[in-house]
């Protein structure tokens, strides 16, 4: 599945906030926030090579100058699911309330309280890494490129 394009804007000294929602192959709001039996929602594309569980699902979102191979430029600011992470990135409940409907809106949460990096644009991309087994034995991690484009960060004018 190739990436979603979509282009970020951000004010510098303000905050900043982005709800997301990934979608399974029916078009539903996929809940990566808690575990269904023994696995996380598996993707369409892990299905396909036969993962039978996913055990974890962790979510990066950096910002760049300019996009390079291998990602070696430096990174002007890092979201992250990490709990030790400045600038977060939260898996949100998409469980159905009593009447069907879903909780959120949303199942992804991207913040900063202050986008605080070189004014103009950027480019980003949003990653998740699964990892999880086929059959009971553990796989090697896999990468999906969720979303990219451009971020720009508009300069400050009131100090």
Known sequence: ?????????AE??????IKL???????VS???????????YIPEELKAIG??????????LQVK????????????????????ATNPIEFIDTHL?????????????IYTTNPNFAVGTHFYDLEMTFNGKKSGVDQTAIVLRI?????????????
């Open 1 to 9: 599945m190739p990436s979603g394009y979509y282009d970020l804007y």
């Open 12 to 17: 510098a000294g303000s905050i900043f906030i």
């Open 21 to 27: 929602n990934f979608l399974d192959a029916n078009g």
């Open 30 to 40: 996929a809940n990566l926030a808690y575990r269904v039996g023994n696995s996380y």
């Open 51 to 60: 993962w039978t569980e996913v055990t974890s699902i962790f979510a990066k």
């Open 65 to 84: 100058k300019k996009p390079t191979a291998g990602g070696t430029d430096t990174t002007l600011i890092e979201f992250s699911t990490d709990t030790t």
């Open 97 to 109: 309330d009593g009447s069907g409907n879903p909780i959120n809106d949303h199942n992804i949460l």
């Open 147 to 159: 979303l990219q484009g451009r971020f720009t960060l508009t300069p400050q004018v009131t100090g």
